[in-house]
């Protein structure tokens, strides 16, 4: 039997990945062209955009399909790739042929994402070389230091913010509440105050995120940091009026066009902006990461900010993690840049390497948030870092607002039952809009899984069972939905959480937070959508909530990693509560969420 019909039999491969393969096989037969090896590296080449990646990694194919093969040795099948005309081998910068699979190094794409990933590349350079107009330094130190009091203390905040200044292209990764919205938002305010001091107007600025949430947050925590500098002497207050109030997603940005993959803004028709500044950076996949670099007109600034940590996008891509990887850590600087900036931050650590990504990342370390009432940073630590035994340790000895329900795997029986129905309870007796989506915002159960008994699907069935009983209108009052695709047309977006509520003549309306204020439609009209009081963690990535729950499976399952625990346990703003047991959290801990990407190496090249 060919490997092809082994994987195919184990069912290790989706209708679509074997319908590739097999249409080159058809097509192949005719002039002899039909290895096997290459049947089957073309459908996981397909399968591997499903679970995540780039491409395939030809000695790594356990890493996108878990069947019980022996699978080819990795230079004999690229001898073999290399030989069928179906494979491209351009050089790292050429555009690829019309073939559909293109092979550089060891890495097997389809050939579109192979494309999305050396355009991205290519423009994050063109970015990255870029030398915006930094005016005279010397002349923003006293407002740079009014901003960043402790700028000559190897401040990252202020690092960041003064690598802003004479950078085009700027990533900015850490924790939750490292600081980094505060830190852009006086970048942006030494760019307006810069501009107004050199008598130019005020730069076009545009902040975004992947969903709809994310850009809700974003836009709550820049109008408290424009709040907080407005008390700050020596800031004008005409300063902080030119500065942004609101954030969109980065769809609404580019500008969707229905039914197409484009967007309106495009290297042709680029964004009207002079800085793009993009929150939840690790959330975006490396399509719409490849149209936004694109996008971004010359001579404009891009800041990407981030945790790096996070779980990496659902689709194709760790883009985030791949430009940080090929930045390098950032705390030295490449010697001219350390002197440029010397004004602001005094003395720097210098360094050799002048990549073409270095001096362009800094990583914020310390949270100033979630102090008091939730001791959650070490936790976060050990989950990020791996360590099982101090992760462990940390949850049975007790942190602030933390709880270990050790070996509980069903938290909807017993004695926590009520504890989380209460709030949801509370939801259903609450009729306006706004207030309801407020107070959806208190309390999270957050699963590894979707489907099974300890899936979001299941715990979501039975929740909504003890609301609202078995034989409940589907559409109750109270009833939380979440957004499953994105619909432009809504302006809805995968990730997008809605609350239900009856109007007075009983008629249900799905209402979700939008822009300009809330905005309902009937539920018959939706996207597709599913329960929300129980959801993945990776649907709540970019949201935050009061109470989160965390419930992981009794048994190990290969979508849990270290990034999916750092994930959930830092969705908590008050107060954190993980069921598990020992012995999954430890193979949790234990694997990396993985994604093949030939991106930090283009990058680095
Ligand atoms: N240098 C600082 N000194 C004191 N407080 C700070 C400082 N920087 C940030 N904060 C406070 O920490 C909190 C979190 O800041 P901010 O929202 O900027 O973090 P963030 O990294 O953007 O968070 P998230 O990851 O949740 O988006 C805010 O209350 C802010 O006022």
């Known amino acids: ?37 290459v049947l089957v590296a073309a459908a996981l ?59 550089e190094d060891n890495l097997l794409y389809l050939r579109r994402y192979r494309e999305y990933e050396r355009r991205l590349a290519m423009n994050l350079r063109r970015i990255a ?75 076009r600025i545009a902040l975004a995120a992947p969903t709809g949430r994310a850009a809700e947050r974003m836009a709550e925590s820049l109008r408290a ?26 769809h609404r940005l580019l500008g969707t066009i229905p039914d197409s993959p484009r967007f309106r803004h495009d290297a042709d028709h680029p964004l009207p902006f002079d800085a793009v500044v993009v929150d939840e950076a690790s959330m975006v996949d490396l ?52 002197r440029m900036l010397s004004p602001l931050l005094g003395a720097l650590p210098e360094r050799d390497d002048e990549g073409v990504l270095a001096g362009h990342r800094v990583q914020l370390q310390r949270g100033y948030r979630q102090a008091q009432s939730l001791e959650l940073a070490p936790l976060a630590d050990a989950m990020r870092t791996g360590d099982a035994e101090r992760a462990t340790q940390l949850l049975r000895e007790g942190l602030a607002g933390v709880r270990f329900h050790e070996d509980v795997s069903d938290p909807l029986s017993g004695s926590s039952r009520e504890t989380l129905l209460a709030p949801w309870r509370a939801l259903m007796s609450l009729t306006d809009p706004a207030q309801a989506l407020q107070q959806a915002q208190a309390l999270r159960l957050l699963t590894a899984l979707r489907e099974g008994a300890q899936g979001a699907a299941a715990l979501n069935q039975r929740i909504e069972d003890a609301l609202a009983g078995v034989q409940r209108d589907p559409y109750f009052h109270g009833r939380l939905l979440l957004v499953t695709e994105n619909s432009y047309r809504h302006g809805l977006f995968n990730g ?24 309902g439609f009937h539920p018959a009209s939706l996207p597709a959508h599913s329960g929300a009081f129980a959801m993945t963690v990776h649907k709540a990535q970019g949201s935050e909530f009061d109470t989160v729950w965390l419930l992981l499976p009794k048994q190990d399952a290969r979508t849990l990693s270290r990034e999916l625990l750092y994930t959930g346990v830092t969705r908590a703003r008050r107060e954190l509560h993980v069921c598990a047991s020992e012995g999954v959290l430890q193979a949790a801990l234990a694997r990396h969420a993985q994604r093949v990407s030939g991106l930090a190496a283009r990058l680095r090249a």
């Open 45 to 103: 080449a397909s399968s591997a955009i499903a679970h995540g990646h780039a491409g395939l990694d030809l000695s790594r194919p356990e890493l996108v399909c878990d069947a019980n093969v022996e699978w080819p040795d990795a230079a004999q099948w690229r001898d073999a790739l290399q030989a069928s005309r179906w494979v491209a081998l351009p050089s790292r910068d050429a555009a690829a042929t019309q073939a559909p699979l293109v092979l």
């Open 496 to 519: 997008d959480i809605g609350v239900v509520q009856r109007d007075a003549a009983g008629v249900p309306v799905a209402w979700f937070a939008g822009a300009d204020g809330v905005r």
């Open 1 to 37: 039997m060919s490997l092809l019909d082994a994987l195919l039999r184990q069912g290790a491969l989706r209708p679509v990945d074997h319908a590739l393969a097999q249409s080159l096989r058809r097509l192949g037969r005719e002039d002899g062209d039909a290895d096997d090896r």
């Open 225 to 250: 940091a424009i709040a907080r500098l407005r008390d700050i002497e020596g800031i004008e207050a005409a300063w902080c009026d030119a500065l942004p109030s609101s954030a969109s997603t980065l």
């Open 129 to 203: 070389s870029a030398s915006p107009a930094k005016g005279d330094l010397a002349s923003l130190a006293p407002l740079f230091a009014a901003l960043f009091p402790g700028a000559r203390d190897t401040d990252r905040q202020a690092r960041a913010a003064a690598l802003a200044l004479v950078r085009s292209l700027l990533l900015v990764t850490g924790g939750p509440g490292t600081g980094k919205t505060t830190t852009i938002t006086r970048v942006l305010l030494l760019l307006i105050a810069q501009a107004a001091l050199d008598g130019r107007p005020p730069p």
């Open 287 to 338: 399509p719409l990461m490849c149209k936004l670099v694109e996008a971004v007109p010359d001579g404009a600034r891009l800041i990407l900010l981030g945790d790096r940590d996070q779980l990496p996008s659902v689709e194709a891509g760790d883009v985030l993690a791949a430009i940080t990887d090929a930045a390098g850590e950032g705390d030295a600087l490449p010697a001219e840049l350390a």
